[in-house]
């Protein structure tokens, strides 16, 4: 693990400091955000094919042909996951993509909800979910800000329209929802200088820094706008 871990992260370590990054989930909210210049994005999953979007990094656990195939398209950094113990055999990386893709490996914590500071010599943290991965990189490359988008933690589906894939256990979101709450008191304890700002919250809400986009207001009339702070994507964009 620290072999691999060193070759794929140790270049990356405090490469953010004093600036704003944003990880990018696959949520519906992820339709009302329009992109901060400047700022680096760190995507999962089908997140890299959303219009107007452009990543800069890319976090992969599940191998999933049809997105590798496009992937090897796209000039940003890949991470895919070493998963070969505790993975389905189809949903493991070929060889061939890993190498057409010019990706780095990882490895992933789960089942372990442990999060450490130094992954060079430990697994990312896992929580059943591919942005724990993309969010504990993020964090080791020591942003100002951290901006969370798309990262709704419910089951409304995905902003593809794709449907959210069913789950045999049906407490998934209180897993995904510890995970945040374990990532928040890990951030306080090593990176206090640190703010975590979750965009149009919805199952986050309360929990991290809240702001709204004026689309998801305008979608949402339930919400009282005159207690919601707005998510100005020009305050965020790199001098």
């Not at 599940?62 to 895919?80: G, N, Q, R």
């Not at 993975?87 to 057409?100: I, L, S, T």
């Not at 897993?175 to 374990?182: Q, R």
Request: glycine share 6%; proline share 5%.
């Amino acid at each position: 693990l620290h072999d691999i871990h060193k070759a794929s992260f140790s270049r990356w370590k405090g490469c953010h400091r004093e600036k704003t990054v944003a990880v990018v989930a696959t949520g519906p909210t992820l339709n009302d955000y329009s992109q901060v210049k400047g700022v680096p994005h760190i995507g999962v999953n089908s997140s890299f094919l959303k219009d107007g979007l452009h990543l800069d990094f890319y976090f992969l656990w599940h191998y999933t042909k049809e997105w590798c195939e496009v992937l090897k398209d796209y000039e940003f950094i890949k991470f895919f996951a070493r998963n070969e113990k505790n993975a389905p055999y189809e949903e493991r990386f070929p060889e061939y993509m890993v190498e057409q893709n010019h990706a780095y490996r990882f490895f992933s914590g789960e089942p372990s909800w442990e999060i450490y500071p130094d992954i060079e010599y430990h697994p990312l943290m896992g929580f059943r979910s591919i942005i724990f991965s993309a969010l504990h990189f993020a964090i080791y490359t020591r942003p100002k800000r951290l901006l969370l988008v798309g990262c709704d933690c419910s089951m409304n589906g995905h902003y593809d329209g794709a449907e959210q894939n069913s789950f045999e256990d049906n407490h998934i979101i209180p897993t995904w929802v510890k995970g945040y709450k374990a990532l928040k008191q890990f951030s306080e304890q090593h990176y206090p200088d640190m703010e975590i700002i979750s965009v149009n919250p919805v199952g986050l809400k309360g929990l991290f820094h809240d702001m709204y986009t004026e689309s998801y207001l305008d979608a949402h009339p339930e919400l009282d706008r005159e207690t919601c702070e707005i998510f100005d994507p020009k305050a965020f964009e790199s001098q």
